[in-house]
C-alpha cells in the first residue's frame, strides 16, 4: 500500500522560509520523482515543480524560479521543497504527487495517482 505524507507547512512572514517534505512508502522512491502542487482558496490546484529520480528539476511556473529549490533524499525516501522569500502570493495548500516522470521540455509528465494529504502555507504580510 502506497501511502505519501507531507509535513512542514506553517504560517510565515513575507520574506520567509519554510521546508516542506514529502515521504513515500510502499513504492521504489529512487525509482519515482516527485511533484509539487498548491491550490490557493478559490484557486485551481497548479504545479509548481517535479524533481526526478535522478535530481533534475522541472519548473512548471516561473514566479517560484529562484525561491523554491526541490531536493531529494533516498535513503529517507523523503522529498523537500524548499521555499525562500515567501510571499502573500504564495499562500495555498500544497501536495506532493509522485511522478512517474517529471518530462521534459518536450514530454509531458506522467504523473501516479499517489497524493499527499496537503500541508497549508500561509504568508502574512
Known amino acids: 500500500q502506497v501511502q505519501v505524507v507531507e509535513s512542514g507547512g506553517g504560517l510565515v512572514q513575507a520574506g520567509g522560509s519554510l521546508r516542506l517534505s514529502c515521504t513515500v512508502t510502499g513504492l521504489t522512491f529512487a525509482h519515482n520523482g516527485i511533484g509539487w502542487f498548491r491550490q490557493a482558496p478559490g484557486k485551481e490546484r497548479e504545479k509548481i515543480l517535479c524533481?526526478?529520480?535522478?535530481?533534475?528539476?522541472?519548473y512548471y511556473i516561473d514566479s517560484v524560479k529562484g525561491r523554491f529549490t526541490a531536493a531529494r533524499d533516498n535513503a529517507k525516501n523523503t522529498a523537500y521543497l524548499q521555499m525562500d522569500n515567501l510571499n502573500p502570493e504564495d499562500t495555498a495548500m500544497y501536495y506532493c504527487?509522485?511522478?512517474?516522470?517529471?518530462?521534459?521540455?518536450?514530454?509531458?509528465?506522467?504523473?501516479?495517482?499517489?497524493w499527499g494529504q496537503g500541508t497549508q502555507v500561509t504568508v502574512s504580510s
Open positions: 504527487r509522485v511522478a512517474i516522470t517529471c518530462g521534459t521540455n518536450t514530454l509531458r509528465p506522467n504523473w501516479s495517482d499517489y
Open positions: 524533481i526526478s529520480w535522478n535530481d533534475v528539476t522541472a
